[in-house]
Every structure is written in structure tokens, then in C-alpha cells.
């Protein structure tokens, strides 16, 4: 085994860590807009309840497809965020384990040259 294999692997753990990590980022936002939807959904059928501003059926129905839909993409969203944030940390523990492996040497401090 060459020095190059394990720096090669912990490249490729590396750069799928990065990817990862922006498909947990997009999961957040994910989150946040269902929790928005539901809020708005939630709102909107307080207003049709106490007949404000003349909303009728339609807008009660809308509110709630609003509340369900904002339900759904919420679990599901949280859900793959969890097992991407296990994917992250199998990943990096896997990247510390090649770390590890390599036979890495201390630096003593040296003196400056002078100039």
C-alpha cells in the first residue's frame, strides 16, 4: 500500500462530506418552508373560520392542503436529515480512521533562519 491510497481515499471521503453536508443544508431549508406552509396553512383557515376579509370554501380547503402538505414535506424532510447527518458521521469517522492510519510525524519547532 503507497502513501497515495489512504490521502486518495480520504479525498473522495472528503468530497463526500461536502456533498453531504449541502444536501443537509438543502433539507434545512426544506424544514423551514414546511414550517412556514403550516403556519401560513394554519392562518389561513383561522381567517375562513372567523369569516375575515370574505373567505370562503375554497380558501378553508386550500388552508388545509396548505397544513397537510407542510405536514408531509416536514417528516420526510426530517427524516432524511437525520440519516444524512448518520452518513456524515460514518463518513468522518472513516476519515479519521485513514488519518489515523498514516504514519504522520511531529514538526518540532525549528529556529527561523536569519535573514
Known amino acids: 500500500m503507497t502513501d497515495d491510497e489512504p490521502t486518495d481515499e480520504i479525498s473522495e471521503l472528503e468530497a463526500r462530506i461536502e456533498e453531504l453536508a449541502e444536501s443537509a443544508e438543502r433539507s434545512r431549508r426544506i ?18 373560520l372567523l369569516g375575515l376579509f370574505g373567505a370562503g370554501q375554497s380558501a378553508a380547503l386550500g388552508s388545509i392542503a396548505l397544513i ?48
Open 31 to 48: 424544514i423551514v418552508g414546511s414550517k412556514v406552509a403550516i403556519a401560513g396553512g394554519f392562518a389561513l383557515l383561522l381567517i375562513t
Open 68 to 115: 397537510l402538505g407542510g405536514i408531509v414535506s416536514y417528516g420526510s424532510n426530517v427524516s432524511t436529515l437525520r440519516q444524512t447527518e448518520a452518513a456524515i458521521g460514518e463518513a468522518e469517522a472513516q476519515r479519521s480512521e485513514l488519518i489515523g492510519r498514516i504514519g504522520l510525524r511531529l514538526v518540532h519547532d525549528a529556529p527561523l533562519k536569519l535573514m
